[in-house]
C-alpha cells in the first residue's frame, strides 16, 4: 500500500524585486526595474509551477516594490509579519522572502539579528527577471522552498539562496552588478549547496546571532536613530562627516581605506565627532578581510568593525544604539556577532 505524505507547509511572503518583474521584453534583463511590472506572489508561483511539487505554499504579499526602496521601518514591518505568521501557524515549516537583490544582504541581517524563531526564514532573489530568457528566478525560488523545508536547515540563523548555494545572512554580500554568482560569502564560504539530489550543509556559523537578546526584544515601532557610511577616498576631508552630523547622526560607519584607515583630514574629522558624542565604527572599503582592535582604535574611542561590510556595520551599530548600549556593549557586539 503506499502511503502519501503531505508536504512541508511553507509561507512565501513577496516584498518585489527581480524575481517577481516583468521586463518589457523575454530580452530585457536591465531596464525592467524602471520600466517593468511587478506581480504578486501568486502569479509568481503561477510562473513557476514545479514549486507546488517541493512545498505546500501560503502566499502572504507584503510589499511589492524594487529593494531600493525598502527601508528600517519595512524590515521590523516585515519582521512583525513573520513572528505573527509563526504564532498563528505553528505547523509552517518554513518562510521564504521573496526580495530585490539590492538589499537583500542588509534585510537577511536585520532579521537575523532580530529573529528568535524555531522556524527556517529563507531570503531569496534572482538576477534577471521572471519573464526574461534565461532566468533564474525558477530554480532559485525551488531551491529557497527546498532549504526552508528542509529539517537540517533549522537553527542556522536566517539564509540566503541563490545559484545553488546557501549563505548566512552575517556573511553574505551582493558582489556582482549582473552575473548570476553575485552572492558570496568571501571570507568564510558559503554553508552548503542545493543540489539535484538535495540539500547539502558543510558548516554552521559559530558567531552569537544577538548578544544578550537584546534587539529580538526591540518593539515594532522602533525608530533606529540615524548612522551614516562614508566612503573613504584619498583627499577625502571633514565635508560629509560634518554633514551627516549635520543631519542628526548619531553614529558614523567609516568605510576606511584598506586595512581601515581614512584619509587624513577625514580621521581628524571622525576624531572631532567622537568628542561631539558621535558613535564611530572603522570598517573597510575592501571587499574581504577584519579591522581589528589597534591600538590606535582602542586608544580613541573608534569601535573595530571586525569583518562586517560597511553596510552590516551600520545595521549592527544603529540596533545597538536602539537599544541604550554602552560604548563597551557595541565594541563586545561587533567582537562577538
Known amino acids: 500500500m503506499e502511503v502519501t505524505r503531505s508536504l ?4 512565501l511572503i513577496g516584498t518585489g524585486g527581480t524575481m517577481s518583474s516583468l521586463g518589457t521584453s523575454s ?4 531596464d525592467y526595474p524602471e520600466y517593468g511590472t511587478k506581480i504578486s506572489p501568486d502569479e509568481v508561483l503561477q510562473r513557476v509551477p514545479e514549486a507546488a511539487q517541493v512545498a505546500d505554499i501560503q502566499t502572504v504579499p507584503f510589499r511589492s516594490v ?3 526602496a525598502l527601508t528600517p521601518a519595512d524590515w521590523f514591518g516585515l519582521r512583525a509579519r513573520i513572528r505573527e505568521l509563526a504564532r498563528e501557524q505553528p505547523q509552517l515549516a518554513g518562510v521564504v522572502i521573496v526580495h530585490g537583490t539590492a538589499t537583500l544582504e542588509e534585510t537577511a541581517f536585520f532579521l537575523d539579528l532580530t529573529l528568535d524563531l524555531d522556524l527556517t526564514v529563507v531570503l531569496v532573489g534572482a538576477q534577471r527577471p521572471i519573464s526574461a530568457v534565461g532566468t533564474d528566478a ?5 531551491g529557497a522552498l ?4 528542509d529539517p537540517a536547515s533549522r537553527g542556522r540563523g536566517v539564509l540566503v539562496v541563490l545559484n545553488d548555494e546557501i549563505h548566512a545572512a552575517r556573511d553574505v554580500v551582493k558582489a556582482s552588478t549582473l552575473r548570476l554568482q553575485t552572492f558570496r560569502s568571501a571570507d568564510f564560504g558559503i554553508l552548503g549547496v542545493v543540489d539535484p539530489d538535495g540539500v547539502h550543509f558543510y558548516r554552521r556559523v559559530d558567531r552569537d546571532r544577538s548578544p544578550h537578546g537584546l534587539f529580538r526584544q526591540l ?3 522602533t525608530v533606529v536613530p540615524r548612522v551614516d557610511i562614508l566612503y573613504s577616498y584619498a583627499g577625502a576631508d571633514e565635508t560629509f562627516v560634518e554633514a551627516a552630523i549635520a543631519k542628526g547622526a548619531r553614529g558614523l560607519i567609516s568605510a576606511g581605506l584598506a586595512p581601515g584607515i581614512p584619509a587624513k583630514a577625514e580621521h581628524a574629522a571622525l576624531l572631532a565627532a567622537l568628542k561631539q558624542g558621535v558613535a564611530v565604527v572603522q570598517c573597510s572599503r575592501s571587499s574581504s578581510g577584519r ?7 582602542r586608544e580613541n574611542g573608534i569601535i573595530p568593525g571586525s569583518d562586517f561590510s560597511p553596510q552590516k556595520a551600520r545595521i549592527l551599530l544603529a540596533l545597538g544604539l536602539s537599544a541604550g548600549l554602552s560604548h563597551e556593549e557595541l565594541v563586545a557586539n561587533f567582537t562577538q556577532c
Not at 525558477?138 to 525551488?142: Q, V
Open 8 to 11: 512541508p507547509r511553507i509561507a
Open 27 to 30: 530580452l530585457d534583463l536591465m
Open 66 to 68: 524594487g529593494s531600493t
Open 138 to 142: 525558477t530554480m532559485n525560488l525551488i
Open 146 to 149: 527546498r532549504v526552508a523545508a
Open 219 to 221: 518593539p515594532d515601532d
Open 291 to 297: 579591522v581589528a582592535a589597534r591600538r590606535h582604535l
